[in-house]
């Protein structure tokens, strides 16, 4: 299936800027902890808007396969990117979490992780980008499939949650205080 590459998703300028966005928030995620906390936060404040905002941008396409692709990032890839995080940020990553579908039935906050928001995040691009860089015109699209179907029900929620709370940490007068003081 030899797509021509005029009006061929796969290589639509926004699939291609998602893809360029998508890998730089995987590599960023996957190198948390070599930075601080102050220039992890003030980058991923900056990232996460432009990951959403491509993945928004992403042409529509056909579920092409009746098979589930292969899965690459594997739950120690999500854990060792979850922890790493977690690690970096310490107390600040819980937050109380507004969006849960259980919050309705509940009277008291659930907490959510950025950690595990970010490294939800991260299992969707990596699987994408992996499938994507296999260079098969139908496992791509059927990728940009998936991104989109996923980023619509599941990782889009994620990131915002993340970016919220993210936002407060790095815009807290206590991280100000504390860049100041380095």
């Avoid at 009746?66 to 977690?86: K, Q």
């Avoid at 259980?102 to 659930?110: E, G, L, R, V, W």
């Avoid at 939800?120 to 998936?146: C, H, K, P, T, W």
Wanted: with cysteine; glycine share 4%; aromatic share 12%.
């Amino acid at each position: 299936m030899n797509m021509e590459k005029e009006n061929n998703p796969i290589y639509d300028r926004n699939t291609l800027e998602f893809v360029t966005v998508a890998l730089e928030f995987c590599t960023f995620v996957e190198q948390a902890g070599q930075a601080g906390l102050f220039d992890f936060t003030d980058k991923a404040v900056k990232l996460l808007p432009l990951l959403y905002l491509k993945a928004t941008l992403l042409p529509e396409v056909e579920d092409t396969d009746d098979e589930e692709p292969e899965l690459t990032v594997t739950e120690e890839m999500y854990e060792t990117v979850r922890t790493r995080i977690a690690t970096l940020l310490g107390e600040k990553d819980s937050y109380l979490e507004t969006f849960h579908a259980d919050m309705q039935y509940s009277d008291t906050p659930i907490a959510a992780f950025i950690s595990e928001n970010l490294a939800d995040v991260y299992q969707d691009a990596g699987n994408f980008i992996s499938q994507f860089r296999q260079g098969n015109e139908e496992v791509m699209q059927q990728a940009i499939f998936l991104c989109r179907t996923n980023f619509r029900e599941f990782w889009g929620q994620q990131l915002l949650n993340a970016l919220k709370a993210l936002h407060a940490v790095r815009y807290s007068d206590e991280e100000y205080l504390e860049t100041n003081d380095e």
